[in-house]
């Protein structure tokens, strides 16, 4: 009767116009009533005409009907909407156990009863509460396994756990096929079962205890061991970085040693050569003149300039400076020899020494895998690389979660730090490259575009337009020029490369193996270079751009 009366109630405060219950409802002169937006919507197709009408009954007006909000309407459709929502709120939605009594729509059951294995929503389940003849029956929260608890042989309720069988059973079951077997009710063997549950939960609960402590540890340990780890990495790569700069200042000293001996030697030389062309000079304008004079007819002019010209303008041997046109260097250069061996054979000595942090008695073969061929083999290695703001250079623009870098020519508002390359336009890597990783970069070209893609170590240095700081020209990185021309650089040793390159370069690197190739990325792999080498530090992938935009690819 609830529905039925609800369902009258909604046709009656429906708009005409949308079917839907009243929005803003408004009444007209002829006594209908419509949503407000619905009924100025049908009227404003006939203002041309100056015409209005009721879109139920027809019936005209002129001039327009000013339209006011029947406040009393919209409360009572208010209402309306409450208590359709309460009733749709009833009904059995997916997932919900439907009432096995209710015809036509379901509602939703809120008990099931084992007794008439049948499921009630609140209103069909009254009786069960009300008349004295369902209160032996058995009520528990809405279930769909009702037909679980039947017997499939005799459809009676199972109400008897077999023992000896381990299985629920009915009454009939207990006379015939299960006679003689020991059976309990199956409310006594759950007050048993509960128990041994109960057990199993405490000794489930202290084992999950004991797993979260553990769980625990190893993550305390992993922490302490990356944290551990990654102290002595930096440790060791600032003394290294410091035991670089140290060697790089005493190469500075030598150098300039070297250059000193040169200039004192050099200061003297040049002395001696300003007075040797002074001397020629005046020897060859002298000779001039003598040889002009003995040539002259005037015996007079002859006897006069004579003594003049015969007398010596000044000293005729050359100062006493001794020019070592053969002076060598070979001192320093067996010094500096002799240096290399002491040092590498001091470091050979002192890193044999250095304890493993484990030792396996017996440490199983290691199969490496062999070396990748297609793309996708070279993507298992794949390794995700962002650029260091504090290495760009100010003629470089970084975007795109510092993915991409490109030339801008203007100086950007970098601040100062000692990282960052003051005068070439080239950028690190954030992240090292260690063991096997291979990763892909994309670039544009344009005319007057440069663009070195490259592997360097961190100690590279940052400041000055010398070679120590330019990718590919020193013994601390390695870099395929892209543009203008394909070539390859390493210690300003330049190798040129006659395959063709596509915009998507593909660089491999294994560390340990001292491995690096660069490849050009389309439908194939193409190798464009491969070093063979040793490298002592970590990698940290570099660009040089000119007038260009370079990004580093996902792996897709």
């Known amino acids: 009767m609830e529905e039925a009366s609800i369902s009258v109630a909604q046709d009656q405060f429906s708009c005409p116009v949308c079917l839907d219950l009243l929005k803003d409802p408004v009444a007209i002169p002829c006594g209908h009533s419509f949503c407000m937006v619905c009924i100025n919507g049908c009227w404003d197709q006939g203002d041309q005409r100056g015409v ?98 039947i017997c499939s042989q005799h459809d009676e309720v199972m109400k008897i756990y077999c023992r000896t ?164 260097f070979d001192g320093v250069r067996k010094s500096l020899s002799d240096l290399k061996e002491r040092l590498e054979e001091f470091c050979k000595q002192e890193f044999s020494q250095i304890p493993p942090h484990t030792k396996k008695t017996a440490a199983p073969t ?55 390359f003051d005068s070439w336009s080239q950028v690190l890597s954030k992240e090292s490259v260690s063991g096997r990783c291979y990763w892909e970069v994309e670039w544009s070209s344009c005319r007057g575009w440069g663009l070195f893609i490259s592997v360097s170590y961190k100690g590279i240095r940052r400041k000055g337009r010398g070679y120590e700081s330019k990718f590919g020209h020193n013994s601390q990185s390695w870099s395929l020029q892209c543009s203008p021309s394909l070539s390859f650089y390493h210690n300003n040793i330049h190798t040129e490369i006659s395959a063709s390159s596509s915009s998507r370069i593909g660089m491999y690197v294994d560390h340990s193996a001292g491995t690096l190739s660069f490849y050009s990325v389309s439908d194939t792999m193409t190798l464009l270079h491969t070093v063979h080498t040793t490298f002592t530090q970590p990698l940290y992938a570099g660009f040089w751009v000119s007038l260009g935009t370079v990004r580093l690819c996902d792996p897709n």
């Open 366 to 420: 290691r199969i490496l895998p062999s070396e990748p061929k297609i793309r996708k083999d070279f993507l298992k290695y794949f390794c995700q690389l962002t650029l260091d703001p504090n290495t760009v250079n100010q003629n470089l623009s970084l975007s795109e979660e510092n993915r991409v870098v490109t030339y801008s020519g203007g100086h950007q508002l970098y601040s100062d730090h000692p990282g960052r």
């Open 165 to 328: 069988d381990q299985t629920c059973i009915c009454y009939l079951c207990m006379m015939h096929e299960h006679k003689g077997h020991d059976t309990v009710a199956a409310a006594a063997e759950r007050s048993k079962k509960q128990n041994q549950l109960e057990e199993i939960q405490v000794k489930s609960q202290q084992r999950l205890q004991e797993k979260e402590k553990k769980l625990q540890e190893v993550k305390q340990a992993v922490k302490t061991l990356k944290s551990s780890a990654q102290a002595a990495v930096e440790d060791s790569e600032r003394i290294f970085t410091e035991l670089i700069r140290s060697i790089e200042k005493k190469r500075s000293e030598v150098t300039e040693l070297i250059r000193a001996q040169e200039e004192a030697e050099l200061s003297g030389a040049e002395e001696l050569l300003e007075q040797l062309e002074q001397e020629i000079a005046d020897l060859k304008r002298r000779d001039t003149e003598l040889e002009q004079l003995s040539h002259t007819e005037d015996h007079i002019h002859f006897l006069q300039c004579f003594q003049s010209l015969c007398v010596s303008s000044g000293s005729e041997d050359s100062p006493s400076i001794t020019v070592h046109q053969h002076l060598t």
């Open 52 to 149: 209005y009408s009721c879109p139920h009954c027809r019936e005209t007006f002129s001039p327009r009907p000013v339209l006011r909000r029947n406040n009393m309407l919209a409360e009572v459709v208010e209402e309306v909407k409450k208590k359709l929502e309460v009733v749709s709120h009833c009904y059995a939605g997916p997932g919900d156990v439907e009432c096995d009594s209710c015809t036509g729509r379901k509602r939703k059951a809120i008990k099931s009863c084992l007794v008439c294995l049948a499921s009630y929503c609140e209103t069909h389940l009254k009786p069960h509460y009300q008349s004295p003849a369902f209160k032996k029956h058995r009520l528990i929260k809405a279930s769909k396994q009702l037909q679980d608890k």
